[in-house]
């Protein structure tokens, strides 16, 4: 027991400092050297665990893609229990939600937005997952991005409800392209942000270069909903 102990603490660790040599300087810039070195341990105590730089990837992104599923699982509940979406807009808007946006929140749109803002958050918050969705673009076997999680999340949603609450012009496609780009550019932003060198880029010209990209996300939902609503 002892020894299964240890070693899932050690398995734990290797994830951990892989991540950050993934998120840091991608799959081809990773050293096995520097992971072992980062976790305490050997490198020949890393191949006992890991055989491969390879399947220590494949570890990162499988712990990281079952973090954005928890995560869309658990955003889809949310709203579907009626929590809804307006609290997180409050908060992130300062406590100001104008009311035709609180309004175009009591659709399926409601659902498409919590999911998003969760994940930003997840992207903020979990270096684990940010190292995957690097790998995903990464790796031969992913497909460039890590939309695949969470999309069909979003298209499932907006199927459900049809066109409930969406102007004539536009379509469930067009809120998930939407969704897509919105989530696309918060990621790029951060990863921007984490990666800059010391001292660069402190002002960017927008007065909130190192705020949450959460709150950034909020603010263009808080933009476009309106114009997506019928209601």
């Known amino acids: 027991m002892v020894k299964q102990e240890r070693a899932a603490r050690t398995r734990e660790a290797l994830v951990r400092a892989a991540a950050h040599e993934f998120e ?3 799959y081809e810039g990773t050293s096995l050297t520097r992971v072992a070195r980062a976790a305490g341990i ?3 105590a890393l191949t006992f665990h890991f055989s491969s730089k390879a399947g220590l990837a494949q570890a990162v992104r499988t712990r990281g893609d079952a973090a954005v599923r928890a995560c869309v ?7 579907g229990t009626g929590t809804g979406t307006a609290p997180a807009f409050d908060s992130a808007l300062g406590g100001v939600v104008d009311t035709a946006l609180d309004t175009a929140l009591d659709t399926a749109l409601d659902t498409v937005v919590a999911l998003t803002l ?5 992207l903020e918050r979990d270096e684990v997952v940010r190292a995957a969705v690097r790998l995903w673009r990464e790796l031969p076997d992913g497909d460039g991005t890590w939309s695949g999680l969470w999309l069909p999340a979003v298209a ?6 049809g066109r409930a609450g969406l102007v004539h012009s536009v379509g469930e496609r067009d809120v998930m392209l939407l969704a897509e780009y ?3 550019g918060a990621e790029s932003r951060l990863r921007g942000r984490l990666h ?3 001292g660069e880029g402190v002002g960017d010209g927008d007065g909130d270069g190192d705020g949450s990209v959460e709150r950034d996300l909020s603010r263009l939902w808080a933009l476009v909903l309106p114009g997506l609503s019928a209601r």
């Open 182 to 184: 919105l989530l696309a």
């Open 156 to 161: 499932e949603t907006l199927d459900r409800a």
């Open 196 to 198: 800059r060198p010391p």
């Open 24 to 26: 840091h300087t991608g």
């Open 118 to 122: 969760a994940l930003a958050r997840l």
């Open 42 to 44: 050997s490198v020949g």
């Open 73 to 79: 699982a658990e955003a889809v509940a949310g709203t």
